[in-house]
């Protein structure tokens, strides 16, 4: 079997930065978000850098393989789309929960952000079984990636390590680790990223993240709009000392800075990757017999391997690796991972979706929509949380809507007004929607005061709502109902 394909040095290519992405030197390939391309109209640029030999890898952000409810059929088949169109050799997504589980009562509700799921068995039984249908759907390897996180679940059962190795033993499933996220777990959960990475079978690694963030009063934010600090390249050179990975990529997402700055954080990474001459050099896979379900051929028609199926193959983990299941996980022995994966289908595994999809969606309501904490989270980390959930969701619908600041008297007087409407608002369908409902919102309440600016509003949401804006009186009765509600 092939080994892994080498990637080398990335960059993720963003609209806003095309043209510095195109112009950078030594640039061995790039990643892209997936929902933001469509496959029969690539972006000039990236057919450009195609066509130069620079690969591009898509990164999904909706799949949500961590939340309670299988995967979405038409999400998998678009991820997939997206690979062949771009020749990629895998697709990456996280591990992650995103939205409100079917088996949830109300409304359905999104977080628009990347939430941690909790380390126990059930949530693990949940995301084995979605990662396996992802894998039986997509036409490349599958790799994910573990999510910075602002909070932790209460009774977690597994560390990181033994969740991330568990979860690479049962369904062969790659690993893209993003030393970012490590550190920024470090400081905001006491976890060591020296012991995650000696914890997990890096054997499994496709390739590596690197972004900046900022710590503000004793809580780190994974912003990937600052410069890459030095403590995270020291996470990348703590990995680079245990595995040569096959490929790192910057991450930049907002605060773009000039060509040559992003070409200096490249070199900087270049120089970490440098390294011990101790490092050892990037094994191949070898699928053992009665591995966790793969997609073997196309793995190796890509010229990526097949995850192993024990931690004792993992190469450099040495002797404190993390064992396969946690000591008080109720004496499950050797044999508990597959002993599980027999006994956790068919209606014993909806039972145990129902359980993490209740216990996801009391966290995510009390995140975006203000109901009570659930018992055991931190009360002001998720406070921390949902204030920073609500600063994204303004980002981004600013983004996508960038007349809005401009109609309601510049960015202070527009954010002001979106956190306001956003309290008791959650989203439920998406940012252009979002910002649709936003300027609803505002007209119902006849805002903004200034009759010109009102009359720019409507206009603007007339014209993608594509109808007319609600009367007078329908606004008043809106009104009447919100203020019950």
Not at 266 to 283: C, F, M, S
Not at 409 to 430: I, K, N, V
Not at 441 to 464: E, K, M, S, V
Request: aromatic residues 4%; hydrophobic residues 45%.
């Amino acid at each position: 079997m092939k080994p892994m394909a080498h990637l080398g040095v990335g960059i993720g290519w963003r609209p806003e930065i095309a043209r510095a992405v195109e112009a950078l030197p030594g640039l061995d390939w790039v990643e892209v978000v997936a929902e933001n391309i469509c496959p029969g109209h690539l972006p000039e640029s990236l057919l450009r850098l195609l066509e130069r030999g620079v690969r591009v890898v898509p990164h999904g952000v909706s799949l949500g393989l961590g939340g309670a409810d299988r995967p979405d059929p038409a999400k998998l088949a678009a991820l997939g789309e997206r690979a062949v169109a771009l020749g990629a050799p895998l697709v990456t997504e996280h591990i992650a929960f995103v939205r409100t589980s079917s088996v949830a009562p109300g409304p359905a509700l999104e977080a628009g952000h990347l939430l941690p799921v909790a380390r126990t068995r059930d949530a693990l039984d949940v995301l084995c079984e979605n990662v396996r249908i992802a894998q039986d759907a997509l036409p490349v390897p599958l790799a994910l990636e573990n999510i910075a996180a602002l909070l932790s679940w209460p009774g977690e059962e597994l560390t990181e390590g033994q969740f991330l190795t568990e979860l690479v033993e049962r369904t062969g499933v790659r690993l893209l680790i993003d030393v970012a996220n490590l550190h920024t777990n470090r400081v905001n959960r006491g976890e060591d990223p020296a012991a995650v990475l000696d914890g997990i079978p890096l054997e499994a690694l496709a390739y590596v993240h690197v972004a900046g963030g900022v710590e503000r009063g004793g809580v780190w934010h994974d912003t990937h709009a600052h410069p890459v600090p030095r403590v995270v390249l020291d996470v990348l050179a703590e990995l680079r000392a245990r595995v040569e990975p096959a490929g790192v990529l910057l991450e930049r997402d907002d605060d773009f800075p000039p060509e040559g700055e992003l070409a200096g954080e490249l070199d900087a990474i270049r120089g970490v990757l440098g390294g011990p001459a101790g490092a050892v050099p990037y094994p191949p896979f070898h699928r053992s017999p009665g591995a966790a379900r793969t997609r073997a051929s196309n793995a190796g028609e890509a010229g990526i391997g097949s995850a192993p199926t024990s931690a004792s193959n993992a190469g450099g983990a040495g002797p404190d690796s993390a064992p396969t299941s946690a000591p008080d996980a109720g004496g499950a022995g050797p044999d508990s991972a597959s002993t599980r994966d027999s006994n956790a289908g068919g209606a014993g595994l909806d039972s145990v979706r129902t359980r993490v999809g209740l216990g996801q969606a009391a966290l995510l309501s009390a995140l975006v929509a203000g109901t009570p904490v659930p018992e055991g989270f931190d009360r002001q980390r998720v406070r921390i949380q949902a204030r920073a959930l609500s600063a994204k969701r303004a980002g981004v619908v600013a983004r996508l809507a960038p007349e809005l600041p401009g109609i309601l008297g510049g960015q202070d007087a527009y954010r002001e007004a979106f956190l306001s409407y956003a309290r008791h608002r959650p989203m439920a369908a998406g940012y252009q929607r979002d910002a649709l409902d936003f300027a609803e919102h505002l007209l119902i309440r006849d805002l903004p005061a200034d009759p010109a600016a009102r009359r720019r509003l409507t206009l603007w949401w007339q014209d993608r709502a594509g109808a007319r804006p609600p009367r007078r009186a329908v606004r008043w009765a809106r009104a009447l109902v919100g203020r019950a509600a």
